[in-house]
């Protein structure tokens, strides 16, 4: 029997917990954005109406103004917007325990052991839609297929307080002709390139040989294939299913736009300071090094290399990520947010396999200064000791690298594993090859 | 940021029942003025887009008129102002 499988993508999240509770400003054009003062002047999320005036997500408030002058701005309140987030998976809880956040503002939920009781999944969907409009006063669309792609593409696809059901008989003439980049990870990098081998859309992809896709992208060419013709694997995750700690990681909008090297160097040592005495905390080293790297135009990349001596140092992450950077980045525009992330974890107390140029007496010497340090702050507070460097610029260096919005950043479709039954396909392929 | 203009916080006064239930019993308006809570006659959640708001939402007989009373997720309560209109 095929998958019963929502998704539930909450509109325009945060502009829509505002309008809820500022009914002063019902049906007028209005955007989430971060404080002016500290900087982080930017729309995160805009009302339907100021959408329609031409107000966007990563917008500067100044451009938005431009936009749209009758908008009104109100500062976040991430604590509130967690909160109605958490009231919503309430709702989707007593459906199924099969509720998978992804961010803050969509689930998915496989209803199929529910059927029996609650009707068909279309009807669990609109049931789902009208108790979250009445209770929460929030509108949700909802995407039903049976895998969490078409689910996903479902709910994107009639928007707001909409249900959209995506079947085997209906697939290809919705999803089929929409534009690849409507599928989930197919981003900008991979469009272009999609482009040029003349794909267009998702049934371009669908109806592509395997092969070419596998030759052209990796084994994520084999998930896009599979994605595109509705044959992913991958299940709804248990709601709180304890994930192991696979990394760790810290990012920060800076309160001004880095310009130089020493701009980076500075707020890359504060996200490893952070980061290390985090992986320190729960005994940790992490054999992965990982930056997140976004310009003042909201383009951002990741990179992330292996490191032969796993780590917990913060003076030696905070250098392969500077490294990492440099390689990286030619400066084409100043930057505006950075993450640093330690990845391929193991225990602290884990034997490692030394190297002849690595100065361990220096490493030891290092960790022991860190551990020196965490103690001083957990007594006194993170300002009690400073590196010399951060009074450079006391102002940028002020940041609180321990934000937590990490917790808010997407997860990755991947985190519990590929489970989109790409891997079968591949070894198929390779089977066949061999044949 | 200006207040919503019909969500007035309240005090109140409530009780556990023993099954676990909360039970407003009376509420303190703004004026000063208490007021006892005759009867709940409905318990729900919803939202107030009225006031501005959401939670569990206690219909109450008040000296024979009925009033809309949230309890917030946040532990607040509140009155619409004016409560004859609908949530």
């Known amino acids: ?435 | 940021m200006e207040e919503a203009k019909n969500k007035v916080y309240v005090d109140v006064t409530a009780e556990f029942t023993p099954d676990g239930f909360l039970r407003p019993l009376c509420i303190v308006w703004e004026d000063g003025v208490r007021y006892e809570i005759d009867r709940v006659l409905h318990r729900e959640r919803c939202a107030s887009r009225k006031a501005g708001g959401a939670g569990i939402m206690y219909t109450c007989m008040v000296r024979g008129k009925h009033i809309r009373l949230f309890y917030e997720e946040n532990y607040k309560w509140f009155v619409t102002r004016n409560t004859d209109e609908g949530c």
């Open chain 1, 1 to 435: 029997m095929d998958r019963a499988i929502l998704h539930v993508d909450m509109n325009a999240y945060y502009a829509s917990v505002e309008e809820l509770h500022h009914p002063e400003f019902a049906g007028r054009p209005l955007a989430v954005g971060g404080d002016p003062e500290a900087r982080h002047g930017i729309v995160l999320t805009a009302n339907y109406p100021a959408k329609r005036l031409g107000v966007k997500t990563g917008m500067a408030l100044w451009q938005a103004r431009k936009a749209c002058p009758t908008v009104i701005f109100v500062p976040p309140r991430m604590d509130l917007y967690l909160r109605f987030s958490r009231l919503a998976r309430d709702i989707y809880r007593e459906y199924t325990d099969l509720v998978e956040p992804f961010g803050i503002d969509e689930s998915w939920l496989d209803v199929t052991q529910s059927l029996s009781c609650k009707g068909s999944a279309l009807s669990i969907a609109e049931e789902i839609r009208a108790r979250v409009r009445h209770e929460l006063g929030l509108t949700v669309s909802i995407g039903v297929s049976f895998n969490k792609i078409f689910a996903k593409f479902g709910s994107d696809y009639k928007k707001p307080d909409a249900v959209t059901t995506i079947t085997r008989e209906n697939y290809k003439d919705i999803v089929w002709r929409a534009p690849a980049e409507d599928l989930l990870y197919v981003g900008r990098a991979t469009i272009r390139k999609l482009h040029t081998l003349g794909i267009h859309t998702v049934g371009d992809i669908a109806t592509a040989e395997p092969d070419l896709l596998l030759s052209q992208f990796g084994k994520m060419g084999l998930v896009l294939w599979s994605f595109a013709n509705g044959t992913d694997a991958s299940p709804v995750s248990p709601y709180e299913a304890e994930s192991p700690i696979k990394s760790i990681g810290n990012s920060t909008t800076t309160p001004r736009d880095l310009t130089d090297e020493n701009d980076v160097r500075l707020v890359l040592l504060l996200l490893s300071e952070s980061v290390a005495a985090r992986l320190r905390e729960n005994h940790f080293v992490g054999r992965l090094v990982g930056i997140y790297v976004r310009d003042n135009e909201l383009c951002s990349f990741t990179r992330q290399k292996k490191i032969s001596i796993p780590t917990n140092i913060s003076e030696e992450i905070a250098d392969y990520a500077t490294d990492l950077f440099r390689q990286n980045y030619a400066w084409e525009r100043p930057i505006r947010s950075l993450g640093v992330r330690v990845g391929q974890l193991q225990p602290d107390a884990y034997c490692y396999q030394m190297d002849l140029f690595t100065d361990e007496v220096l490493r030891e010497k290092q960790l022991k200064v860190d551990i020196a340090v965490d103690g001083l702050r957990n007594r006194f507070g993170h300002d009690c000791i400073l590196r010399g460097r951060m009074y450079f610029d006391r102002y940028l260096s002020g940041l609180d690298a321990k934000a937590e919005d990490h917790m808010v950043h997407p997860h990755s479709y991947f985190e519990a594993g590929n489970r989109t039954g790409s891997e079968e396909l591949l070894f198929h392929m390779k089977q066949e090859d061999d044949v």
